[in-house]
């Protein structure tokens, strides 16, 4: 799929002030690291991951996502009037109904007949809601549109941890599962895209792929719909496999991407992917063909925050200067379920508002 008018214009990124280290959840962890005799410093061994964010208790999703909408809308400049679509995108949502999108329609001052409603797709939420808006522009629907989500791990990782401690039944082997919630953080961004003739500064989103792999839905499952704010869900993972065919999924949709566009991966300047871990990012790049040095990431500072993950790295890209002008990008989106869908632009310029000035020290790379 290829679009010809549509343009990325500003991004709106909101993350939390309050910090959980790798470290810290090991020690609440101590009763389980004590029985079962495991190391200290395994979790940020194992991901990368040395420190993840958290909402402060109670929030519910559409806060963060109202105020990460208006950052990207003050930030574009564009009048509010001029959206004609607003979806929220992320895994967690206030309600199971109303849609969350209503809440924040409101919040955010949009118009009466804007279309507004939920998506959900794991960790591809957003980047499905973008392709949707973009479709709409494309087709002369509409002018602009934002997709936003927030993701709260505050209940999973609580939950989680409190699980691990009680369950005597646990040993080494049947713990590991649930390890990759450990891994989930906090974080919320918007994206706004516009038709081209409103565009001031945007970039010009040039395609889209999407490849569904969905034989593997069950490597990656909660136990209960956990879409409620205030639910406490709990994540059975299997990190392996789910890597594993994640990846596998991931080559066959890279290899699409670049025959839709007609790139060469040596062409390719910069790339975003889903942020996991070191491990899932090494054997990523790895297998793509792709230059480490060339590929933004935030998972150490930020962990895996779901749906927001890759829009709030490409965001964390354009602000510290990572990104330049004429890059060729990728955006490496893949999902449980297991889903892919991967976009690339030719970056011009997109202007970010927000709080991401919190991560003013370098986010590395393992």
């Known amino acids: 799929m290829r679009f010809e008018n549509v343009h990325l214009e500003s991004i709106g990124a909101e993350i939390p002030t309050e910090i959980w280290t790798s470290q810290a959840i090991e020690d609440r962890l101590e009763p389980l690291y004590s029985r079962l005799k495991l190391p200290q410093g395994r979790l940020e061994l194992m991901s990368g991951i040395a420190e993840r964010r958290v909402w402060p208790e109670g929030t519910v999703p559409s806060g963060p996502s109202i105020r990460s909408g208006n950052h990207a809308l003050e930030a574009a400049g564009i009048d509010r009037e001029r959206i004609g679509c607003l979806i929220h995108a992320s895994v967690c949502r206030d309600f199971l109904e109303p849609a969350t999108a209503s809440r924040v329609h409101h919040g955010l001052g949009l118009p009466n007949q804007c ?105 990656c499952m909660s136990d209960d719909d956990a879409a409620g704010a205030e639910m406490q869900p709990l994540m059975d993972t299997d990190s392996e496999r789910l890597m594993a065919e994640g990846i596998r999924t991931g080559i066959t949709a890279f290899e699409r991407l670049l025959d839709t566009t007609g790139w060469t991966r040596e062409q390719i300047d910069r790339s975003v992917c889903h942020q996991v871990g070191s491990r899932h990012r090494t054997g990523m790049l790895e297998s793509m063909g792709l230059d480490p040095k060339r590929d933004s990431v935030t998972f150490p500072k930020l962990g895996n925050t779901g749906s927001v993950a890759l829009p709030l790295s490409l965001a964390w890209a354009a602000q510290s200067g990572e990104l330049a002008a004429n890059d060729r990008t990728v955006l490496l989106g893949i999902g449980s379920g297991i889903n892919s869908v991967m976009l690339a632009a030719q970056w011009q310029d997109v202007t970010v508002g927000g709080n991401l000035d919190l991560l003013q020290s370098a986010v590395p790379a393992e």
């Open 115 to 219: 279309w507004v409603y939920d998506v959900s797709n794991a960790c591809l939420g957003l980047i499905n809601g973008a392709v949707q808006i973009a479709m709409l522009i494309e087709s002369g629907v509409i002018d602009a549109g934002i997709v936003v989500g927030t993701e709260n791990s505050r209940p999973l990782l609580s939950q989680t941890i409190e699980s691990l401690n009680q369950d005597q039944s646990l040993t080494r082997k049947t713990v590991k599962p649930a390890f990759a919630s450990l891994t989930i953080g906090s974080g919320s961004c918007a994206w706004l895209l516009t038709h081209r003739k409103l565009s001031k500064r945007g970039t010009p989103i040039q395609a889209a792929i999407a490849e569904a792999r969905t034989e593997f839905h069950d490597l």
